[in-house]
């Protein structure tokens, strides 16, 4: 299989963003796509999608995504919206991914949903998680895999967002999500 060409992203986001808001299904962009809106752009293969569905929008946005060309296992996302997780959902004819990822009811999530910001990428209109946001999700996934490329974005987004950054709002969860060592080492008390 050879890889999802860049260009071909938007149209793939657009038709899922269209989805989403047909189905009454809210959504957040989250991972590197947000990252990248707030930091410095970089290659992903994936998009991430945080998405806050009812049991009913979950199944009208199932058979949206059902009339695309689109890979998906309804199955899967039925379990994982019961367990919280996620699925997949592939473009057949460009190889191109979403993760849809159900908001978890922890007070991180709720409060990271409710910060989401309008935005525009590769052309789409959406919501996207703020940069406070991002760097704590992305600080949750460092922690998790001990990625070098989580801890990279976040730098980015520390250094591209300067004086706009909240470090107030990323103080009042670091020790909740148990991240602030990392945090400090990745950026410093400074």
Not at 74 to 99: C, H, L, M, P, Y
Not at 103 to 131: D, I, K, M, N, Y
Not at 162 to 173: G, K, T, V, Y
């Amino acid at each position: 299989m050879t890889e999802p060409a860049a260009s071909e992203a938007g149209p793939f986001l657009g038709r899922l963003i269209g989805a989403l808001d047909q189905a009454g299904v809210p959504h957040m962009l989250a991972g590197s796509f947000a990252s990248s809106v707030h930091g410095a752009p970089r290659t992903t293969r994936d998009i991430d999608l945080v998405i806050a569905p009812t049991l009913e929008s979950l199944e009208r946005l199932l058979t949206l995504l059902a009339g695309e060309d689109f890979y998906f296992d309804v199955s899967v996302a039925r379990e994982e919206f019961a367990r919280r997780g996620q699925f997949n959902v592939i473009d057949s004819a460009t190889a191109w991914k979403a993760d849809l990822i159900f908001r978890r009811a922890r007070a991180f999530s709720r409060a990271e949903f409710e910060r989401r910001t309008p935005v525009t990428v590769l052309g789409v209109g959406l919501f996207v998680a703020t940069a406070e946001d991002t760097i704590l999700a992305k600080l949750e996934w460092a922690n998790m895999s001990q990625s070098e490329q989580q801890l990279r974005d976040i730098r980015e987004v520390v250094e591209t967002q300067a004086e706009a950054l909240d470090r107030s709002h990323i103080d009042s969860w670091l020790d909740e999500l148990g991240v602030r060592d990392l945090w400090e080492t990745t950026i410093g008390t400074s």
